[in-house]
């Protein structure tokens, strides 16, 4: 089957970095993808590693070793806002998506 | 600006109805994409479409169909609405392309099924 696996709940300070691993199982895997959601509010991109390696945009930073099948979300600097749920989603056939379960992060004063 | 809409944001309805989910994108997007997302889990795709005419299933398509007839509308039918259908529903677009892949999100539909 095709699944993607993410820790449920990671717990940071304010201010402090905080990695989110997320393993996957899919087949015709073409790159993985991370969205913030928070709550009551809809999915926001924050990143796409088509190829292997680290991809930075700011805060944050995302990686990707295929061969491994493995990927993470990196947040540097943490702030109160981003407190929120964080999925990593595989890309698969085209432009079909598989959506992880989710890691609630919450970020403490 | 460019934008995604649904509507309705909330609907309630009764079991064995027939329901349609209104999505439109002003991005020009060709592809478009349907999830639900329930309590606590990531979101799960329903349909999607890679441009006017053409729809695929996604992994959770039973009960539910769409149509494209153009670019900038993909809706959401459920045939006879069932309790367990009962979600927050999610409208995606999308460019595409080899090393991009945003989706852009709609705000959502709470659909309730009595």
């Known amino acids: 089957g095709q699944s993607l696996e993410q820790p449920s709940e990671v717990t940071a300070v304010e201010g402090a970095i905080v990695q989110i691993n997320c393993t996957y199982q899919t087949s015709g895997f ?9 709550d009551g509010g809809a999915p926001t991109f924050l990143s796409y590693n088509a ?9 944050f930073s995302s990686f990707l070793s295929r061969s491994d099948s493995y990927g993470y979300l990196l947040l540097q600097e943490l702030q109160m806002k981003d407190s929120a749920s964080y999925f990593c989603v595989g890309r698969t056939g085209g432009f079909k998506t598989i959506f992880g379960a989710g890691t609630r992060l919450f970020v403490k004063a | ?7 309705p944001r909330h609907k309630i309805t009764e079991t064995g109805r027939q329901v349609t989910l209104a999505c439109h994108q002003t991005w020009n997007h060709n592809n478009m994409f349907w999830y639900r997302q329930d309590l606590g889990h990531g979101l799960r795709l ?11 299933k996604g992994e959770v398509s ?6 494209r007839s153009n670019t900038e509308d ?14 927050v529903y999610f409208c995606a ?12 999100f709609g705000p959502g539909t709470r659909l309730t099924v009595l």
Do not use: K, M
Not at chain 2, 1 to 7: F, G, Y
Not at chain 2, 94 to 100: D, I, V
């Open chain 1, 30 to 38: 073409y790159g993985l993808s991370w969205y913030q959601q928070h």
């Open chain 1, 51 to 59: 190829l292997d390696g680290l991809e930075e945009t700011g805060r």
């Open chain 2, 1 to 7: 600006d460019a934008e995604i809409t649904q509507s």
């Open chain 2, 46 to 56: 329903i349909h999607y479409s890679y441009g006017v005419q053409d729809t695929n």
């Open chain 2, 62 to 67: 039973d009960g539910y169909s769409v149509s």
């Open chain 2, 74 to 87: 993909l809706p959401l039918t459920l045939e006879s609405a069932a309790s367990s259908q009962t979600s």
């Open chain 2, 93 to 104: 677009s999308s460019a595409g392309g080899q090393l991009t892949d945003t989706q852009y």
